[in-house]
């Protein structure tokens, strides 16, 4: 069975588009997805502290926090990155040291590291992460809970290098 | 205004209802036991300052009972610099537990849409005890006084009201809500009937 019954629309169609791409400059070579790098959040790097040990755990644990490290352009997953966590918890203010802690990303990108519960704080239950290393463009994200019942909470990294 | 005693105490008693139920709800709240004494006076300065909003515009047009209009402007006076300190410890006890995010919100570029009210609602207030404090030495007329007055307070009641409901973590949400109900509602009755016949408001 053939997958393709050319007739007089799908010739239509496949010229015009071929046209417009064509004539427009639209066809840009091997560049089949490309990935925006994430932007730094606003007030993402509020209460950061440079320099956050890895960790298995911050403090007593209960809560995940959890994401994904890619490359901007073509997505590809980033192993081994350093991410910096903070929040507001039911153990500390953010601005406290035992606050953070920070965490690698593993060989499909994936980061993963208990914490304390979050809770609300300044209004709205949300984290901070951070990559401050120096291989890529610093990214802040202060992405915040849909409940603050919530026990988990997920944000990703898309990187540029520098 | 004369109301008889029964219909004075019903509606002291509302009054108070109203102002007390939020504050010790507040006071109670969960999340206190994770937040440091400076955090909770801060956030109980703002509950504070929301509550006041509920007695100034009853207080500036004479409508609470057993109070006569010029002793309810003295008050109401009197309330309004307490509100300006309210506001003055609510931000200084927000910026000892977390300057970026005070700063991030005074320069209206924090995250969170609340902030943007908030200052919004503080400047409108300090702006109204500026105007306030000189408009006996610069002699504004009473009619530009009343507009002036009625326009910040518009923007003070409009903006704690949109800070106050967007906040999640201070206050107990409906507790708040008819809070904020009633806040809104006695401004918009006082406004009305302030405006209605400017030439009358001399004080």
Same mark, same amino acid.
């Given at each position: 069975?053939?997958?393709?019954?050319?007739?007089?629309?799908?010739?239509? *169609?496949?010229? #015009?588009?071929?046209?417009?791409?064509?004539?427009? #400059?639209?066809?840009?070579?091997?560049?089949?997805?490309?990935?925006?790098?994430?932007?730094?959040? !606003?007030?993402?790097?509020?209460?950061?502290?440079?320099?956050?040990?890895?960790?298995?755990?911050?403090?007593?644990?209960?809560?995940?926090?959890?994401? *994904?490290?890619? !490359?901007? #352009?073509?997505?590809?997953?980033?192993?081994?990155?350093?991410?910096?966590?903070?929040?507001? *918890? *039911?153990?500390?203010?953010?601005?406290?040291?035992?606050?953070?802690?920070?965490?690698?990303?593993?060989?499909?990108?994936?980061?993963?590291?208990?914490?304390?519960?979050?809770?609300?704080?300044? #209004?709205?239950?949300?984290?901070?992460?951070?990559? &401050?290393?120096?291989?890529?463009?610093?990214?802040?994200?202060?992405?915040?809970?849909?409940?603050?019942? &919530?026990?988990?909470?997920?944000?990703?990294?898309?990187?540029?290098?520098? | 205004?004369?109301?008889? /005693?029964?219909?004075?105490?019903?509606? =002291?008693?509302?009054?108070?209802?109203?102002?007390?139920?939020? +504050?010790?709800?507040?006071?109670?709240?969960?999340?206190?036991?994770?937040?440091?004494?400076?955090?909770?006076?801060?956030?109980?300065?703002?509950?504070? $300052?929301?509550?006041?909003?509920?007695?100034?515009?009853?207080?500036?047009?004479?409508?609470?009972?057993?109070?006569?209009?010029?002793?309810?402007r003295?008050? /109401?006076?009197?309330?309004? $610099?307490?509100?300006?300190?309210?506001?003055?410890? /609510?931000?200084?006890?927000? =910026?000892?537990?977390?300057?970026?995010?005070?700063?991030? $919100?005074?320069?209206?570029?924090?995250?969170?849409?609340?902030?943007?009210?908030? %200052?919004?609602?503080? =400047?409108? %207030?300090?702006?109204?005890?500026?105007?306030?404090?000189?408009r006996r030495?610069?002699r504004i007329r009473p009619r530009i006084w009343v507009r002036v007055h009625s326009?910040?307070?518009?923007? +003070?009641?409009?903006?704690?009201?949109? /800070?106050?409901?967007?906040?999640?973590?201070?206050?107990?949400? +409906?507790?708040?809500?008819?809070?904020? $109900?009633?806040?809104?509602?006695?401004?918009?009755?006082?406004?009305?009937?302030a405006l209605?016949k400017p030439q009358k408001r001399q004080n």
């Amino acid at each position: 069975m053939s997958l393709i019954h050319p007739n007089r629309r799908t010739l239509l *169609t496949a010229t #015009g588009a071929a046209l417009v791409t064509g004539v427009s #400059g639209l066809r840009v070579p091997a560049q089949a997805k490309t990935i925006a790098p994430s932007k730094t959040m !606003r007030g993402g790097a509020n209460n950061y502290r440079a320099g956050a040990p890895v960790v298995d755990k911050i403090g007593g644990g209960g809560f995940w926090m959890s994401g *994904t490290v890619r !490359r901007a #352009g073509d997505g590809a997953p980033l192993a081994g990155q350093r991410i910096q966590i903070w929040a507001h *918890t *039911t153990e500390g203010h953010e601005r406290d040291q035992r606050s953070h802690g920070a965490t690698l990303s593993d060989e499909n990108g994936v980061f993963r590291l208990e914490m304390p519960q979050i809770v609300p704080a300044f #209004g709205q239950a949300h984290g901070h992460l951070a990559y &401050d290393s120096a291989e890529f463009k610093k990214v802040f994200l202060r992405p915040v809970m849909k409940r603050s019942s &919530d026990t988990s909470l997920e944000a990703h990294f898309v990187l540029e290098p520098v | 205004m004369q109301a008889s /005693h029964t219909k004075t105490l019903l509606i =002291w008693i509302a009054l108070g209802i109203a102002v007390l139920v939020p +504050i010790v709800l507040s006071l109670n709240s969960p999340l206190l036991a994770w937040r440091d004494p400076v955090y909770i006076a801060a956030g109980l300065s703002g509950a504070l $300052a929301l509550a006041l909003l509920l007695f100034q515009p009853l207080l500036a047009i004479g409508a609470l009972p057993r109070v006569g209009l010029l002793t309810g402007r003295r008050v /109401h006076r009197w309330l309004g $610099a307490g509100l300006t300190i309210f506001i003055v410890l /609510h931000v200084a006890g927000l =910026w000892v537990t977390s300057p970026p995010d005070v700063i991030d $919100a005074l320069l209206f570029r924090s995250p969170t849409s609340f902030s943007f009210w908030g %200052v919004l609602a503080m =400047w409108a %207030v300090f702006g109204t005890a500026l105007f306030a404090s000189l408009r006996r030495i610069l002699r504004i007329r009473p009619r530009i006084w009343v507009r002036v007055h009625s326009a910040l307070a518009l923007v +003070i009641v409009g903006g704690t009201i949109a /800070h106050a409901l967007l906040i999640e973590g201070t206050m107990e949400t +409906i507790s708040k809500v008819i809070l904020c $109900a009633y806040v809104g509602v006695t401004t918009l009755f006082a406004l009305r009937k302030a405006l209605r016949k400017p030439q009358k408001r001399q004080n």
